[in-house]
């Protein structure tokens, strides 16, 4: 980095910001197969925090593709900068009081861990969304899965790139057999148990 460039610290701290939102910030961050639900639980659980009167933003992967990563492919070490790229947006949505969601593949645990390794114990919350690949296909709407089985698409996680499931989530739902609801209200309770919303 450039010795020229120099950290300027805020004066209004994350703790005021959380103060004046009424709950503390952090990052829930959505992981798992194509069609897992990732993004449908991601925005079900935003709503619910919403309600709460919570501030929130969900940060999807193809919306990030659009804008900030649109300069990005999906060879290996293009998707670690998508990453990347992602917890330092989600790292600064921390320092400003809100609660970032991300639903993200993040196949990976490296750069899961990476983000982890931004923000301080307990702000990361990885949330495991477990459905089996052949619901997936199944959910495929975009008809992904079909043209990675017929080599039009190099790299597809799942079928010719591998996925790390992580091995100790804050939280693991079963989105490939569990009703969007019950998904959702057991991230709530999480956050309830854990003091992060309030009261």
């Not at 503390?24 to 069609?35: A, E, P, V």
């Not at 925090?49 to 193809?62: A, H, I, M």
């Not at 790139?161 to 009703?179: F, K, L, Q």
Request: aromatic share 8%; hydrophobic share 35%.
């Amino acid at each position: 980095m450039d010795k020229n460039i120099v950290w300027h610290n805020a004066v209004v701290k994350r703790e005021d910001r959380e103060k004046l939102n009424g709950h503390k910030s952090f990052i829930l961050w959505f992981t798992g197969l194509s069609g897992a639900g990732k993004s449908t639980l991601a925005h079900r659980v935003e709503e619910m925090l919403f309600e709460l009167g919570c501030r929130t933003f969900v940060f999807d992967g193809d919306n990030i593709r659009h804008g900030l990563c649109s300069d990005l492919g999906f060879g290996s070490e293009h998707r670690q900068e998508n990453i990347r790229r992602v917890g330092e947006l989600s790292k600064l949505f921390v320092e400003a009081g809100m609660i970032a969601l991300t639903a993200f593949i993040s196949p990976f645990r490296s750069d899961r861990a990476l983000v982890r390794s931004l923000v301080a114990p307990g702000d990361f919350i990885e949330i495991y969304c477990n459905a089996p690949i052949t619901v997936c296909e199944d959910r495929d709407v975009k008809g992904l899965y079909k043209k990675a089985r017929d080599g039009q698409i190099a790299d597809f996680t799942g079928i010719t790139s591998p996925y790390e499931a992580p091995e100790n989530p804050e939280i693991s739902v079963n989105t490939g057999t569990d009703s969007l609801e019950n998904c959702a209200a057991a991230v709530i309770q999480y956050l309830r148990d854990q003091g992060k919303l309030p009261s």
